[in-house]
């Protein structure tokens, strides 16, 4: 049995994510779906448990601040992966800076590629799809007219279930507060 993978998420509830949601399931309709989400940390096996992650996150997200992403143009990773996505361009350096916060103890991993704040909207099986779906991925965001803001808050610790499914495992907020948010 392969080691399951773990990712750290921020899910979009927004009008934003709901446009990438309807603009995926049009682009790649036999995708199982997949909420809107900002990856913090990619899918990766962890060097401890569960518990020992768990620990990590809480006290390392525990001391940041919540903080608002800004979403810039659609782009692609072609031809690295057939990849469309939406750039983060406010806080994309904050992302970064937490992201490595977080790339330790038993989240440490040696990442393929380097992490670029992002929200995917589809990922296809070849090159010419992409290049397809980030054409109309492309033009439907130009005439998108609602918020791009997204406050991230609340980060959730999730588990490779199967292939393209993912168990939510915990909510980890930013910050520390005596009150509910």
């Known amino acids: 049995m392969q080691m399951p993978r773990y990712a750290l998420v921020a899910y979009v509830k927004s009008a934003a994510g709901e446009f990438v949601e309807n603009l995926r399931r049009e682009l790649h309709p036999d995708l199982p779906h997949l909420a809107a989400h900002l990856t913090i940390l990619p899918p990766r096996p962890l060097q401890g448990t569960e518990s020992a992650a768990l620990q990590a996150l809480e006290r390392i997200c525990g001391e940041e601040d919540p903080f608002e992403v800004n979403l810039g143009g659609v782009e692609t990773f072609v031809p690295v992966t057939p990849t469309v996505y939406i750039r983060v361009d406010g806080a994309a350096s904050r992302m970064c800076q937490l992201h490595s916060r977080l790339n330790t103890e038993a989240l440490a991993f040696h990442e393929?590629?380097?992490?670029?704040?992002?929200?995917?909207?589809?990922?296809?099986?070849?090159?010419?799809?992409?290049?397809?779906?980030?054409?109309?991925?492309?033009?439907?965001?130009?005439?998108?007219?609602?918020?791009?803001?997204?406050?991230?808050?609340?980060?959730?610790?999730?588990?490779?279930?199967?292939?393209?499914?993912?168990?939510?495992?915990?909510?980890?907020?930013?910050?520390?507060?005596?009150?509910?948010r």
Not at 133 to 158: D, H, K, P, Q
Not at 164 to 179: M, Y
């Open 112 to 180: 393929e590629w380097p992490y670029i704040p992002h929200l995917t909207i589809v990922k296809m099986s070849r090159e010419d799809a992409a290049q397809n779906a980030f054409r109309i991925a492309r033009e439907r965001w130009g005439r998108y007219t609602g918020s791009r803001r997204i406050l991230l808050e609340r980060l959730t610790f999730v588990r490779e279930d199967a292939q393209n499914c993912w168990i939510d495992l915990a909510p980890i907020p930013l910050g520390r507060s005596l009150v509910s």
